[in-house]
């Protein structure tokens, strides 16, 4: 590989959860404008992950977000909602890559060179700043669906299947954005 080529990161956050969208980034680096910190974003914490993302949006090259939406998660299964989000998120590049390095063992159906990496996220930094860009994001997103889905807690557990969020799942019954296809939320539906 050239040493001035462009290589996207890929990753996505929010596929163990109950409710709420899966998320995916594509962040290509600028190697000029180093962004010191990044890491797995499971392993920051909020206010440094949410600085890390300004220096990301700020001083990448390019970045996008793509989302697959609860009911294109339990109408075609978690995995490939994850790979669509990808996709989605690399299409939104205006800048397109020359490779892809993507978080996991399942490559999107995206036109580009690349190869997938389990653990992806601690060990390429591109990696490290789509996941970081894609949780900020859909923190965020729970945040907003906390304000009119009040009383599932969206914005203590993320979506997250917590004792918490089960709890208030059999109290409130499920709401609109919960994944009828996920175990729990599908058991509440047929009781």
Not at 93 to 105: F, M, N, P, S
Not at 115 to 122: L, P, R
């Given at each position: 590989?050239k040493?001035?080529a462009?290589?996207?990161g ?5 596929r163990g ?19 010191d ?12 992950r949410?600085a ?5 949006r700020r ?7 793509g989302?697959a939406?609860?009911?294109?998660i ?14 989605r ?6 800048i ?8 996991g ?6 036109k580009v ?13 591109e990696?490290?700043?789509a ?12 945040n ?6 009040s ?5 203590q ?18 709401s ?16």
């Amino acid at each position: 590989m050239k040493s001035n080529a462009l290589i996207v990161g890929l990753d996505e956050v929010g596929r163990g959860c109950l409710s709420g969208p899966v998320i995916a980034a594509a962040v290509i680096l600028d190697k000029s404008k180093k962004i010191d910190g990044l890491a797995d974003s499971k392993k920051l914490i909020k206010s440094k992950r949410e600085a890390l993302d300004k220096s990301i949006r700020r001083d990448a090259i390019a970045w996008s977000i793509g989302r697959a939406e609860v009911l294109e998660i339990d109408e075609i299964n978690i995995l490939h909602a994850s790979l669509l989000a990808m996709k989605r998120a690399y299409e939104g590049l205006l800048i397109k890559a020359d490779y892809a390095r993507v978080d996991g063992i399942y490559y999107p159906e995206i036109k580009v060179d690349g190869e997938c990496i389990k653990g992806g996220d601690n060990l390429f930094e591109e990696i490290s700043a789509a996941s970081i860009i894609a949780k900020v994001y859909r923190d965020d997103h729970m945040n907003t669906l906390d304000a009119f889905y009040s009383g599932y807690g969206f914005a203590q557990h993320k979506g997250y299947p917590t004792a918490e969020h089960n709890k208030l799942l059999k109290s409130k019954g499920v709401s609109n954005v919960h994944r009828r296809s996920f175990s729990p939320v599908k058991r509440m539906l047929n009781e």
